[in-house]
């Protein structure tokens, strides 16, 4: 079964501090990672997509990682400010799979003065 | 929000009645979605389409069906709604499928007492 799982589950961070999320998937045959952020209340937004041939794309203060071989991806956020706070969504397509992603349940990530 | 409202925004409904959510966009794109989101889940798709008149099941397709008369509506209907359809549902569009980004609407709030 596909699965895509973040880690931590929550976060808080200074205004100002860099932080990292997590993301680990078992979504095989893979095919591509995105990057959402669910600010409260409101639908997901695009961060980042990645294909399996790229391992690093950077969108702003946003920059994230892929290793394909180890099925792992890394949301890297620099100089955090209060509307970074959010949750940070890890969502992976399976090639052949159309338009079926595999979402995991997001990190929370709060942003304090 | 990439030119998507989603109506109602709230709705409080009684089980076992019909409930019916429409999604609408201006982008013109040939996919949408619907998904819902639940505490603990990640987001699941409950039915897409592909085009007018094309439709297609989700991983959670059970007690809904969907119907897309013109490009730019895509309804949600919960025949006989139950307290376990109480979610979030997210809108989203695409313009291609793979690994085109899905841009989701503001969502709608059910409670199905």
């Known amino acids: 079964k596909n699965q895509v799982e973040q880690s931590p589950q929550s976060l808080i961070i200074l205004e100002g501090k860099n932080c990292t999320l997590q993301?680990?998937?078992?979504?095989?045959?893979?095919?591509?990672l995105r990057w959402y952020k669910q600010d409260t209340g409101r639908g997901p937004v695009s961060l980042t997509i990645?294909?399996?041939?790229?391992n690093t794309k950077s969108n702003g203060r946003y920059t994230a990682t892929l290793d394909a071989d180890t099925k792992q991806s890394s949301l890297h956020i620099t100089a955090s400010q209060l509307s970074d706070s959010a949750s940070y969504i890890c969502?992976?397509?399976?090639?052949?799979?159309?338009?079926?992603?595999?979402f995991g349940t997001g990190t929370q990530l709060k942003v304090e003065l | 929000d990439a030119g998507i409202t989603q109506s109602p925004r709230h709705k409080v409904t009684e089980t076992g009645t019909p409930v019916t959510l429409r999604c609408h966009q201006t982008?013109?794109?040939?996919?949408m979605y619907w998904y819902r989101q639940d505490p603990g889940h990640g987001l699941r798709l409950i039915h897409y389409?592909?085009?007018?008149?094309?439709?297609d099941k989700g991983e959670v397709s059970d007690g809904y069906s969907v119907s897309r008369s013109k490009t730019e509506d895509f309804l949600l209907t919960l025949e006989s709604a139950t307290s376990s359809q109480t979610s979030v549902y997210f809108c989203?569009?695409?313009?291609?499928?793979?690994?085109?980004?899905?841009?989701f609407g503001p969502g709608t709030r059910l409670l199905v007492l």
């Open positions: 989203a569009i695409s313009e291609q499928g793979g690994r085109e980004t899905q841009y």
């Open positions: 993301c680990n998937y078992t979504v095989s045959p893979f095919s591509n």
């Open positions: 990645m294909t399996f041939s790229e």
């Open positions: 969502v992976v397509s399976a090639r052949g799979g159309g338009n079926k992603l595999t």
């Open positions: 982008e013109n794109h040939r996919y």
């Open positions: 389409s592909y085009g007018v008149k094309d439709t």
